[in-house]
């Protein structure tokens, strides 16, 4: 890609504004980080403008309220929308309970255009890198910040490199599959 359109400025500024109050789960790291770690994930492995967009939108429809399919559609096109509507496991609020979500979000995997998983892959890579620094700064208690607890996301992260591998060969896929590795050292799971 030798340039963008101004459409990913764009979704930049909508992400600033949108996820401005927001920290990553009980900590004082600004959410953005995540956002903009993602779509720098998703370009350093050969996303295009689009799954960029996308990328710095993943968490949009699940996180922001007000957030509709229709909008990014109107704002972003179709495959931005499609992307970002792939990538999410809820747009039900209050969010229904985890573990069922999570298990419809993998079965949901199995089925995804590449374009898809390469954003997916980048936001479940980024979120693992974090994690694994995180527990190795601070320890096992970092687990108890998510509602899966310690066992239950590493069930999460093993399952979801695993259907993200299922007809799909990437080099961000096996980058994952490393930190998922590293994961389950910090864990403690023996092997």
Not at 35 to 60: C, P, S, T
Not at 157 to 178: K, N, S, V
Request: aromatic fraction near 8%; glycine fraction near 8%; charge should be negative.
């Amino acid at each position: 890609m030798s340039g963008y359109s101004t459409r990913l400025d764009d979704a930049v500024a909508l992400t600033l504004d949108a996820f401005r109050p927001v920290v990553r789960k009980q900590t004082h790291i600004p959410y953005i980080t995540h956002l903009f770690g993602v779509m720098a994930l998703v370009g350093e492995y050969g996303g295009d403008e689009d799954q960029l967009i996308a990328a710095v939108l993943h968490d949009f429809l699940e996180d922001i309220e007000e957030s509709t399919e229709v909008g990014l559609r109107a704002r972003f096109g179709e495959r931005v929308a499609r992307i970002v509507v792939q990538c999410t496991d809820t747009e039900v609020l209050p969010k229904p309970p985890w573990r069922r979500r999570k298990e419809r979000h993998l079965a949901k995997v199995l089925g995804l255009p590449d374009d898809t998983r390469l954003v997916m892959c980048a936001d479940k890579l980024h979120n693992c890198q974090t994690l694994v620094r995180d527990v190795r700064l601070h320890g096992q208690g970092v687990f108890d910040r998510f509602n899966g607890g310690r066992d239950g996301t590493l069930w999460y992260y093993r399952e979801m490199h695993t259907a993200l591998g299922m007809g799909w060969r990437h080099p961000i896929l096996d980058e994952f599959g490393r930190w998922v590795d590293a994961l389950e050292e910090v864990a403690g799971v023996l092997r």
